[in-house]
C-alpha cells in the first residue's frame, strides 16, 4: 500500500530565507504532484513531475523528484509573504492519487 | 474557461439528517472525482467516475454515501444519514484522462458541519 509522508507538517519562517519541503513515498511511482491550498479555498496544481531527476521551477518555487529515493522536494527561495499557504504532494499509486498530509508553511514579514 | 463549479459552498445539518452535494466539472473532462478532507489532512478520495462509469469507490462508506454522475457530466454525492464524522471538505476535481494520469482540476468544496 502507498503511503506518502511530508515533513515538516508546520513550518514558520522570516522573508528573504529559503527552505526545502520533503516529500517521500514507499512505493515505485511515476507521477507526483504539488499542489498549493490556501485557507479556506481550494487546491491549486503546482507542478507534475514524470520522471526521475525532473526539476520544474516557478517563480521562487522549484519542485525536483528523485524516484530511486522516492523523494521530491519543493524549495522556497527568498520567501515572501504571499507564498503563505499549505502545500501538499500527491503521489499516483494504483489508479488515483495518494496525498500527503500537506504542509503549512507561514512566512513573517 | 470555466472551472469546476460545486454547491452548496455551506451546509450545517443535524446528524441522522441527509445531504446531497452538486458538481459540474470543467467541459470536456472525461474524469470525476469526489474527495473528502478533514481539517488538517490530505483529501481523500471517495469515488472516481470515467465518464458516467465507476472506476473506483473502494473508500466510499457504501451504507451511508452514494454517488452518481448520470449523462456523463454533473454528479451528486449524497449522504444518508450523516454522522458526525462526516464533517469536513467535500472536494469534486475533474480531469481529461483518468486514473491519476492527468493533472486534477478542483471546485471551491463544500463545507458540511454535522451537529
Known amino acids: 500500500e502507498l503511503k506518502v509522508e511530508q515533513n515538516p507538517l508546520f513550518l514558520s519562517m522570516q522573508e528573504g530565507k529559503n527552505y526545502t519541503i520533503y516529500c517521500n513515498y514507499s512505493t515505485t511511482s511515476d507521477r507526483l504532484y504539488w499542489y498549493r491550498q490556501d485557507p479556506g479555498k481550494s487546491l491549486e496544481s503546482l507542478f507534475v513531475l514524470l520522471s526521475n531527476g525532473a526539476v520544474k521551477q516557478e517563480g521562487r518555487l522549484m519542485a525536483s523528484l528523485d524516484t530511486k529515493a522516492r523523494l521530491s522536494t519543493l524549495h522556497i527561495t527568498a520567501a515572501v509573504h504571499d507564498l503563505s499557504a499549505t502545500y501538499f504532494c500527491?503521489?499516483?499509486?494504483?489508479?488515483?492519487?495518494?496525498w500527503g498530509a500537506g504542509t503549512k508553511l507561514i512566512i513573517k514579514p | 474557461e470555466a472551472g469546476v463549479a460545486q454547491s452548496p459552498r455551506y451546509k450545517i445539518i443535524e446528524k441522522r439528517q441527509s445531504v446531497a452535494f452538486w458538481c459540474n466539472p470543467i467541459?470536456?473532462?472525461?474524469?470525476l472525482y469526489w474527495y473528502q478532507q478533514i481539517l488538517g489532512q490530505g483529501p481523500k478520495l471517495l469515488i472516481q467516475f470515467q465518464n458516467n462509469g465507476v472506476v473506483d469507490d473502494s473508500q466510499l462508506p457504501k451504507d451511508r454515501f452514494s454517488a452518481e454522475r448520470l449523462k456523463g457530466v454533473d454528479s451528486t454525492l449524497k449522504i444518508q444519514p450523516a454522522k458526525l464524522e462526516d464533517s469536513a471538505v467535500y472536494l469534486c476535481?475533474?480531469?481529461?484522462?483518468?486514473?491519476?494520469?492527468?493533472?486534477?482540476?478542483f471546485g471551491p468544496g463544500t463545507r458540511l458541519t454535522v451537529l
Open positions: 467541459s470536456g473532462h472525461a474524469t
Open positions: 500527491a503521489v499516483l499509486g494504483n489508479y488515483q492519487l495518494i
Open positions: 476535481a475533474s480531469s481529461l484522462e483518468g486514473a491519476g494520469a492527468d493533472t486534477q482540476y
